[in-house]
């Protein structure tokens, strides 16, 4: 076994105060009942799902508009260019 020096970390929760909708949390529920597991678990999960899709779809757009940048082709110019408006203002 190799020594790094590095400690494992470990996140420390922090305790927050969330309001559900109504509708919100029952289909919470419903999801921790259906995975046998609790519904703060359930919330984590999407919370970090959440995240993720977030980060993922800002890398995405700063990658068509690098594309955009460097291209010289006006009809993919235009097709990026709806991609990104369809990103930012939805369909």
């Known amino acids: ?7 494992p970390t470990t996140e ?10 109504s509708r919100v ?3 919470v529920k419903s999801l ?4 046998r597991t609790s519904a703060n678990r359930v919330i984590v999960d999407l ?3 959440g995240l993720d899709a977030r980060e993922h779809e800002r890398t995405r757009f700063l990658e068509l508009a690098e594309r955009l940048t460097r291209s010289r082709d006006r009809g993919e110019q235009k097709r ?3 991609e990104l408006a ?3 203002f939805g369909e």
């Open 1 to 7: 076994m190799v020594y790094s020096g590095a400690m």
């Open 12 to 21: 420390k929760p922090l305790r927050q105060s969330v309001s559900l909708p």
């Open 25 to 27: 949390a029952s289909r």
């Open 32 to 35: 921790a009942r259906a995975s």
């Open 47 to 49: 919370i970090e799902t």
């Open 80 to 82: 990026l260019k709806e």
């Open 86 to 88: 369809r990103m930012t």
